[in-house]
């Protein structure tokens, strides 16, 4: 497994990767648009997510096994000394250690490359999964906010947690 920083090289690679986990991801979180399911909508999607980079506003990777993508891993908002991690597995990457992989990434280039002093993550109370990954690397609950959003028909609330990485 490999991270690798978001490219323009990777529109198709990506594309597979949202289309294939498409169901699975909108079962945890909220759909992307339906134009985004397209060469043309992955073009603009990582067009966006490169200026982010390149303003100093975001880390965007992608993880690499056997040439498929079978992660994606963020590091969103940076303001200050701060930033939002993220990431989505594919499904049959689950339970293999993959969101393991990419929080513990995150963390490392937070920290020495990006000199963040704290890392933050929102969770919604229907993935239990990551919030185990999260706690597992010493994030912590600071909040939850109760009816964050209607997902399938359920309203779910959110928890954010933060890791403060001068401690770590």
Known sequence: MELKTLSKNHVNKLLDFELKNKEWF???????????YSHSGVTKHINYLLNQ?????AFCGIVIKNNVIVARANLKNISGQKAYV???????FTS???ASYC?????????????LKQ???QVLNNNPASMHILHKFGFEAIGTTANFLK???KQLSCTELVLNTHNK
């Open 26 to 36: 909108e079962s945890f979180i909220e759909p992307r648009p339906k134009d985004f």
């Open 53 to 57: 980079i390149n303003s100093g506003n």
């Open 86 to 92: 993220g990431y989505r597995v594919g499904k049959e």
């Open 96 to 98: 293999k250690g993959v």
């Open 103 to 115: 929080l513990k990434q995150l963390i490392h280039i937070g920290k020495n490359k990006l000199n």
């Open 119 to 121: 890392l933050n993550a």
């Open 151 to 153: 997902l399938n028909n």
